[in-house]
Each structure stands twice: as C-alpha cells, then as structure tokens.
C-alpha cells in the first residue's frame, strides 16, 4: 500500500539552527499537511498546502516556518531558527481530494526533532 | 472553542472482548470525522471517515458511529487481539463559521490508549 514518507526519523539540533523536514507524499495525492506533537500533548495542526500554495495555517506556524514543494515528488516544512518549545513530532500527512472533501488524511511515521 | 476530548485516557481490557472508546466534542457543526490509529513513535494510521451525513462506518472488526446532536462519536472494536493495542485517536473536521465547507484542518482529541492482554 502506498504510504507517507518522512525523513530524517530523527533530528537534533542547536537552538537557533534552521532545520528542514522532508517528506514524499503518496503519488497521486495533491493536498498536503504538516502536523506536530509535542510529547504527551495533542497533535495540532500546523499548515495545509495545495496547488504551491498555503491552503490554511494555524497561529503556530509563524514567520519562523516555511513549506515547499520544490520538485515533483517532495513536500519540506523548514524551521528557520530554531527554539527548545519547537522540540515535537512532525508528521506530514498528504490527501487525494483533501479533508475538505471527505478524503481521509493518511500520516507519515514522523521526523522527530530535538533543539538543545 | 472548538475542543475534542477522549475519555478514558487507558483502557485494559482481555482478549476476545468487545470494546468501545469514546469521543466527544464542543460544536456539532462538524464536517467530518476521523478515527486514527497511533502505535509507540509510529505515525498515525487512518482507520475510519465519517462524514457529516453519515450515521456510521464500518471496516473489519471496527464500527464507528456518528451521533452530531450530542457532540459523540464511539470507535467499536469486536472480539479485540493483542495486535489491536495501540493509542487511538479521534480527530474532528469542523464547518467553517460563516461560510460553506471545512476549515480544512483536524483537530485531535489526546487518544485512548488500548492495551489488550493475551
């Protein structure tokens, strides 16, 4: 079955590092998220993208996050710099028609990230 | 504001028993609904959809229902395998507020966590 991509699985780095997420979603897919999840907390959303553009984002994605999809088959979330409350789960997550139209969501295993 | 709550946070229970986990939410104008399955540092598995108009869905040993007027949706689980032990979680699809459609993101409840003992 097809699935969802992530890499790394994990990542450390230094507070005020700018890092970049990686992840494939599922081929024929076209809407594509990221989501996070902070050890013991809820996911959340982050950021919706279809079309090279930001479909919707929440309060936590601020100036500090980016998405692209810079080529055919790869979606990136980057973090420009860093801080220790970035330290979470990220998950991409990629939809056929996109939530909005009933097609279900299906989630990579996630890159997590360490900021020390 | 717009929250999901899964009750309880752990459940145990023996193999070969039916079971059902919980969810609830503020604001019934959902969109649709969503049940994932999480295992230990693993990504989310999609398990069942359930739009709006739909009063339940069915895949294998698990049914979900679907009950708006009351802000609950239930994951069934029939005749449960250690292999089913995992954190489930519920993630809802709300309309937006002044217009047609979704919001176009999931909010997640904080999961049930399943263990089911050989």
């Known amino acids: 079955e097809p699935e969802v991509t992530q890499t790394p699985s994990h990542q450390v780095t230094q507070m005020g590092q700018e890092v970049i997420l990686r992840c494939v979603p599922i081929s024929n897919h076209l809407y594509f998220y990221w989501y996070r999840q902070i050890l013991g907390q809820k996911v959340e959303f982050l950021v919706s993208f279809y079309n090279n553009e930001i479909s919707e984002k929440s309060e936590i994605f601020d100036d500090q996050f980016s998405v692209e999809r810079p080529d055919g088959s790869n979606f990136t979330l980057k973090i420009r710099s860093t801080k220790l409350e970035d330290s979470a789960m990220y998950f991409c997550a990629s939809s056929d028609r996109g939530i909005h139209y009933n097609s279900p969501l299906h989630f990579g295993n996630g890159t997590r990230l360490t900021v020390t | 504001k717009q929250e999901v709550t899964q009750i309880p946070a752990a459940l145990s229970v023996p193999e070969g028993e039916n079971l059902v986990l919980n969810c609830s939410f503020t604001?019934?104008?959902?969109?649709?609904l969503q049940w994932f399955r999480q295992d230990p540092g693993k990504g989310l598995t999609s398990l069942l959809l359930?739009?709006?108009?739909?009063r339940e869905q069915t895949s294998g040993r698990l049914n979900a229902s679907l009950d708006k007027s009351s802000g609950r949706s239930t994951l069934y689980i029939a005749a449960s395998q250690p292999g089913d032990s995992a954190t489930y979680l519920c993630?809802?699809?709300?309309?937006?507020?002044?217009?047609?459609?979704?919001?176009?993101?999931?909010?997640f409840g904080k999961g049930t966590k399943l263990s089911v003992k050989p």
């Open positions: 604001d019934s104008a959902i969109y649709n």
């Open positions: 359930i739009q709006s108009s739909q």
């Open positions: 993630a809802v699809n709300w309309n937006r507020m002044n217009y047609g459609g979704s919001q176009g993101n999931l909010i």
